[in-house]
C-alpha cells in the first residue's frame, strides 16, 4: 500500500479495522497536524497498519473490555509532524526516539515494530481524582498484558501506552509527588504479582 496522496486514498486507509472496535482513522487525529497544517500521514502505511494491529488487538482492546470505553488522546506521529512537535516544544520527542512509538511506520533502531497511543480510562478518572492512585491501573497493566512501556501524566491519568516487539514492560510518571520510575527490569517490585495495588480499583469496577 503506498502513502495516501488523495483524500480517497487517505479514506480507504481511515477505514482498515485494527481490531474489533478500532480503526486506523481513530489515530491518526494530531492537533500538531492541524494547526501547523501538515499531513499526518503514513510513509510506509503497511508497517503503520501491523503495529497499529498489534497495539489494538494486544493492549487496547483487552484493557477496554475490563474498563469500558478507552478516549484516545494522541497516536501516531508522521516523522514531519513529530519533528516539527519536537522542534516546538510540543512535548515530542526527537524521531529517532520515537520510531515504534508513535512514529508507527518505522523500526526501533533494533529493528522492531511497535506502536504507542495516548489514552485516558474514563472510567478510572473518578477513582484517580479522589485518590491520586494512578499507581493502580498500572500495576493492573503490568500484570494482565503485554506491553513494551507507559508514562503517566497528571491531567486524567492519561498515559502512553507502548507495545512492541520485544517489550522491555517499564513505567514511569510525571505525576506528582510520585514522579519517577515505577519499575523497569532489574527493580525489586519488577516480578510477581500486584494485585493487591489495584485491589480497591477492581473492586469498585464493574466486571464488563
Known amino acids: 500500500m503506498r502513502s495516501p496522496q488523495t483524500v480517497r486514498a487517505l479514506e480507504t486507509l481511515g477505514r482498515v479495522r485494527l481490531s474489533d472496535s478500532f480503526f486506523m482513522r481513530d489515530f491518526l487525529y494530531s492537533e500538531i497536524a492541524a494547526i501547523a497544517g501538515l499531513p499526518n500521514v503514513p510513509d510506509d502505511p503497511e508497517l ?10 494486544h493492549l487496547l482492546e483487552p484493557l477496554q473490555a475490563r474498563f469500558g470505553r478507552l478516549a ?15 522542534a516546538h516544544g510540543f512535548n515530542c520527542a526527537r524521531n529517532e526516539a520515537n520510531y515504534a512509538g508513535h512514529i508507527w ?20 478518572v473518578p477513582h484517580y481524582e479522589r485518590t491520586g492512585d494512578w499507581e493502580a491501573i498500572a500495576w493492573w497493566v503490568h500484570d494482565h498484558l503485554p506491553y513494551h512501556d507507559m508514562q503517566f501524566f497528571p491531567r486524567y491519568a492519561a498515559f502512553n501506552l507502548t507495545w512492541r516487539e520485544s517489550p522491555v514492560r517499564s513505567i ?35 466486571q464488563r
Open 48 to 57: 503503520a497498519i501491523a503495529a497499529g494491529t498489534a497495539l489494538c488487538q
Open 72 to 86: 484516545i488522546r494522541s497516536s501516531y506521529r508522521s516523522p514531519a509532524v513529530n519533528a516539527f512537535g519536537n
Open 105 to 124: 511506520d518505522r523500526r526501533d533502531a533494533a529493528g522492531h515494530m511497535g506502536a504507542t497511543a495516548c489514552i485516558v480510562v474514563p472510567s478510572f
Open 172 to 206: 514511569y510518571s510525571y505525576i506528582p509527588p510520585r514522579r519517577g520510575q515505577l519499575t523497569r527490569p532489574g527493580m525489586a517490585n519488577w516480578s510477581g504479582n500486584h494485585a493487591q495495588a489495584y485491589a480497591d480499583l477492581i473492586a469498585g469496577q464493574p
